[in-house]
């Protein structure tokens, strides 16, 4: 049994969200995973990019780094190369992770770091006031598209998957009790796990709402082999209704692990200064 609980998780930061803001499902949610992992809060890091999803880590007891918009997997990234040991988290929106973070994003899922994305997709830039974002619909009326989006939206579970993503899944902020158990697999899953959470911003999106997310949506099926690509693929293509479950997970090899190892028999060869002499040597 677990020493922690949810409460473990919680800061005494008020959560600033607007009342009804799918995001808050997420946090609870994860609060509950993070229990289920028992995770040491000493040892957790949530990290984040900027936007009202972004605020994330100030509502968690743990370390937190709020960084810059979009670059909130880079910065992860390098965290977890220096720290292995450590639990890392990222969490944000739709802009910050397929918008400005987007090439950020395809670079993680090729490298399959050992982390978890969670992204709070609203299809819209709530904190900047109601913006269309690469996931908001064609026709969508925003401030910055008064006349409707003319452009298609992004398919962000068939790029992860294109790009080579090792766990790939989608749910919704309305589903409370299927959201815990799709993050705690995420997190035990070894390498880069990333999932798309359908979250409605009440306030600025009067389109995306929790009753048109449940209409399109669907369960994946139980009998959908998570471990079959192609399958994933065209599950994440489907042109009638959004799939919601774990699309992939598959075991392929994990950059850190890789990067430690090569470190090690660095290491075995010669001495840090040689070794630091030899790398400024090759840029001169
Ligand atoms: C470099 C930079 N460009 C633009 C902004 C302005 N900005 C802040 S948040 C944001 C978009 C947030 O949308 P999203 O990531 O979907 O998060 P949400 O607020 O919807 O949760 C933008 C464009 C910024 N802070 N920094
Ligand atoms: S503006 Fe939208 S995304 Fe931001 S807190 Fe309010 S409902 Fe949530
Ligand atoms: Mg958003």
Redesign the pocket.
């Known amino acids: 049994m677990s020493e922690y609980t949810m409460k473990s998780y919680k800061s005494e930061t008020k959560v600033t969200w607007c009342p009804g803001c799918g995001?808050f499902g997420i946090l609870n949610a994860l609060y509950q995973a993070f229990a289920e992992m028992g995770w040491d809060p000493n040892n957790t890091v949530v990290v984040s990019?900027?936007?009202?999803?972004?605020r994330a880590p100030y509502f968690f007891d743990t370390y937190g780094m709020h960084t810059?918009?979009?670059r909130a997997l880079p910065i992860a990234t390098g965290l977890k190369l220096a720290r292995q040991d450590l639990n890392v988290v990222v969490l944000?929106?739709?802009?910050?992770?397929y918008?400005?973070g987007g090439g950020h994003f395809l670079h993680a899922c090729r490298k399959n770091i050992n982390l978890t994305y969670i992204v709070?997709d609203?299809n819209?830039?709530?904190?900047?006031k109601g913006?269309a974002?690469p996931t908001s619909d064609t026709g969508f009326e925003t401030n910055t598209t008064p006349y409707g989006t003319v452009e298609k939206p992004l398919n962000p579970v068939g790029m992860a998957l294109s790009v080579g993503a090792s766990f790939v899944g989608r749910t919704f902020a309305g589903k409370i009790k299927e959201m815990k158990p799709m993050f705690v697999e995420a997190f035990k899953h070894k390498g880069f796990s990333y999932i798309d959470v359908l979250s409605p911003?009440v306030t600025f999106n009067k389109e995306n709402t929790f009753k048109f997310y449940k209409s399109v949506s669907e369960p994946i099926g139980e009998d959908h082999d998570c471990k079959d690509y192609m399958k994933a693929l065209v599950a994440a293509h489907e042109p009638d209704c959004m799939k919601l479950g774990v699309f992939l997970n598959q075991d392929l090899p994990v950059t850190d692990e890789g990067i430690a190892g090569q470190t090690k028999s660095l290491a075995m060869v010669g001495n840090d200064a040689e070794i630091t002499k030899s790398i400024i040597e090759s840029y001169s």
């Open positions: 995001d990019g900027i936007g009202c999803s972004s810059l918009h979009g944000g929106g739709d802009g910050d992770a918008s400005i709070m609203n819209i830039y709530g904190l900047t913006q974002s911003c």
